[in-house]
């Protein structure tokens, strides 16, 4: 008996739950948006209302690499989806590796640096959408990037070698097990480099069994908070960093022109220690 042919998904929303959301023709569109669309296009009802920061998160988590790195070698952005920070990455950067478990993810961030645009649809209201078109800053040199599709929580079968920063954006609350995701990370990093992760801590049991968060259920002594944990898993003895600051950052995830998500991310920069320090 011949097997079923793989279901083609094209119309889940990123604002909807559950990991297959990602591979859908909707998702793509969404996020190609999110990461390259300016402010007057992306929100012009609700720009006047919230902050310019939340629509610039993208370029801003790159930036975070760009302003901490000590050397402008190598960059990993570890869930890249369509490469937006990827390719602000590469402002600084002469190699930029982003790495995404979407595959249409990485089609569409691999068909951006061919291309350095493409088009997508944005809802308007309803039914109503138009074409839009998402366009790499041209005085980006999209040569210095490369799209894989990659497992966060199997670093070490990619064999990437090593980076001067690596950004994890908006991933861990979006892996199945982001302990270990935090330990291997340990050995993308350079001696002296910057790991710069941010998150929300939005746990999902849909993405993340509830046996394998870090954060966001009660303990026996009380609430267990995801920052406490990540202090705890990357600046212990077998963590390999120094935590160098932190800060919140907003973002904002439209759904159509009038409906939004906002969110703010928890930020933190670790600075990976010398072998034996």
């Given at each position: 008996m011949a097997s079923a042919a793989p279901q083609i998904i094209e119309s889940r929303s990123v604002t909807a739950s559950g990991s297959t959301v990602y591979e859908s023709s909707k998702a793509v569109d969404e996020y190609l948006q999110f990461h390259f669309a300016g402010?007057?296009?992306?929100?012009?009802?609700?720009?006047?209302?919230?902050?310019?920061?939340?629509?610039?998160?993208?370029?801003l988590c790159a930036n975070e690499?760009?302003?901490?790195?000590?050397?402008?070698?190598?960059?990993?952005?570890?869930?890249?989806?369509v490469g937006g920070s990827s390719f602000e990455l590469a402002r600084k950067f002469t190699e930029v590796v982003g790495i995404d478990f979407s595959n249409a993810f990485v089609k569409a961030a691999s068909d951006m640096q061919t291309n350095g645009s493409m088009t997508y649809e944005s809802t308007?209201?309803?039914l109503t959408k138009e074409q839009r078109v998402a366009k790499v800053d041209p005085s980006i040199d999209r040569s210095r990037c490369k799209f894989l599709v990659g497992?966060?929580?199997?670093?070490?079968?990619?064999?990437?070698?090593?980076?001067?920063?690596?950004?994890?954006?908006?991933?861990?609350?979006?892996?199945?097990?982001?302990?270990?995701?935090?330990?291997?990370?340990?050995?993308?990093?350079?001696?002296?480099?910057?790991?710069?992760i941010i998150s929300p801590y939005s746990w999902l049991k849909e993405y993340t069994d509830q046996s394998q968060w870090i954060g966001g259920y009660d303990g026996e002594g009380g609430p267990v908070w995801s920052a406490d944990r990540l202090r705890a898993i990357l600046g212990g003895p077998e963590g390999g960093f120094d935590l160098v600051g932190e800060k919140e950052m907003p973002f904002l995830?439209?759904?159509?022109?009038?409906?939004?998500?906002?969110?703010?991310?928890?930020r933190m920069v670790w600075k990976?220690?010398?072998?034996g320090a």
């Open positions: 402010e007057d296009e992306y929100a012009p009802l609700v720009k006047s209302f919230v902050c310019k920061e939340s629509m610039q998160f993208p370029a690499c760009v302003t901490e790195a000590s050397n402008n070698g190598r960059a990993l952005d570890i869930g890249c989806a308007i209201e309803g497992d966060a929580c199997d670093l070490p079968s990619l064999k990437l070698g090593q980076f001067d920063a690596v950004l994890a954006a908006n991933l861990l609350c979006r892996v199945p097990n982001p302990a270990k995701f935090l330990r291997d990370v340990r050995d993308v990093v350079k001696e002296g480099g910057v790991f710069v995830i439209r759904e159509h022109r009038r409906k939004y998500q906002i969110g703010v991310s928890h990976r220690r010398a072998a």
